[in-house]
């Protein structure tokens, strides 16, 4: 399984960007899909979790700015960043549970995104 995301980059403060993420492989079931981050001499942090029925999760530090949401379908995340701010900056990480068989779950993680917001 491969967790693709993409959508990062620089953006100004209050400007708005749009992450996204896209599971593939030997997928039998994706149960909870989401976002971590982690700034510079910072701990991996969540942002956003949304699962399988769509109940979401979200850090405090963005609740109101974010929205997390998945395409069952296509077996992607993404993550809409509004008021951006540049504590939001960070390696912006998708997290996958998902099962290869209906016996199995495990974690898997996307390669990570940069997001630099500028003051």
């Known amino acids: 399984v491969q967790l693709q995301a993409s959508g990062g980059g620089l953006v100004q403060a209050g400007g708005s960007l749009r992450l996204s993420c896209a599971a593939s492989?030997?997928?039998?079931?994706?149960?909870?899909m989401g976002w971590f981050r982690q700034a510079p001499g910072k701990e991996r942090e969540l942002v956003a979790a949304?699962?399988?029925?769509?109940?979401?999760n979200y850090g405090d530090s963005v609740k109101g700015r974010f929205t997390i949401s998945r395409d069952n379908a296509k077996n992607t995340v993404y993550l809409e960043m509004n008021s951006l701010k540049p504590e939001d900056t960070a390696v912006y990480y998708c997290?996958?549970?998902?099962?290869?068989?209906?016996?199995?779950?495990?974690?898997?993680w996307g390669q990570g995104t940069l997001v630099t917001v500028s003051s």
């Open positions: 492989g030997s997928i039998f079931s994706i149960n909870a």
């Open positions: 949304v699962a399988s029925d769509g109940s979401t």
């Open positions: 997290n996958a549970v998902v099962g290869e068989t209906i016996a199995t779950l495990d974690h898997y």
